[in-house]
């Protein structure tokens, strides 16, 4: 049974740092993996989508890499502004079409 | 381009009552997803919808039903409302499997008293 993680729980940084969030799977046979921000009380918006033959996709100051290998992947933000506070969150598309979800890491990002 | 969208906003009901949620999908997508998300929780899949077929269920009683119009919109009927089915019911669509991602609506917010 897939099993995805997402390490840290939430984190707290100054403005303008980079970070990167992780998000961890148990099985490598995925389908895809989509990582998704969420604002308190709201819906979802899709960041970037990497397919399985894939290893990055960028968009703006976001870049998630995928290592299937190795059960990872990783949301990078570059130069982090309040805005970008939320919860973000991981999900693996299995071969089901199911997507196995994360808890989700809380960001904070202080002015 | 719409993105998906959802109906109404908010929901208030009394225990034991009936809900509806309405969902329209992007223009071309096929599939329509139902998720849960209760106030602190992570989401739960509840249903998946494609061309107007029921495709998987989670874990979730029937009093959890809905339905795929021929246009792809989809609504989401919950009998029998109890306290803790009061959540955020997000809807999500793609063009048949995933290979494309998923797209969220804002979602409806339901609050049974």
């Known amino acids: 049974k897939q099993e995805v993680t997402q390490i840290p729980a939430a984190l707290s940084v100054p403005e303008g740092e980079n970070l990167v969030l992780n998000c961890s799977f148990t099985d490598s046979a995925i389908y895809n993996l989509q990582w998704f921000r969420q604002d308190p009380g709201k819906g979802l918006t899709s960041l970037l989508l990497i397919q399985s033959s894939q290893r990055e996709q960028t968009s703006g100051r976001l870049n998630a890499s995928l290592d299937k290998s190795s059960g990872r992947s990783t949301l990078y933000i570059a130069a982090s502004q309040p805005g970008d506070s939320a919860t973000y969150l991981c999900?693996?598309?299995?071969?089901?079409?199911?997507?196995?979800w994360g808890a989700g890491t809380k960001l904070i990002i202080k002015p | 381009e719409a993105g998906v969208t959802q109906s109404p906003t908010h929901l208030i009901k009394t225990r034991g009552q009936q809900a509806t949620l309405r969902c329209s999908p992007i223009?071309?997508?096929?599939?329509v997803y139902w998720y849960q998300q209760a106030l602190g929780l992570g989401l739960q899949f509840l249903l998946w919808y494609d061309e107007g077929e029921e495709r998987n269920r989670g874990n979730f009683p029937p009093r959890f039903s809905g339905r795929q119009f021929p246009n792809y919109s989809s609504e989401l009927n919950v009998n029998a409302l109890e306290l803790e089915d009061s959540a955020l019911y997000l809807c999500?669509?793609?063009?048949?499997?995933?290979?494309?991602?998923?797209?969220f609506g804002s979602g409806t917010r339901l609050t049974v008293v």
């Open positions: 999900a693996v598309g299995d071969s089901n079409y199911q997507l196995i």
């Open positions: 999500a669509s793609n063009y048949r499997g995933g290979a494309y991602g998923y797209t």
């Open positions: 223009s071309g997508h096929t599939s």
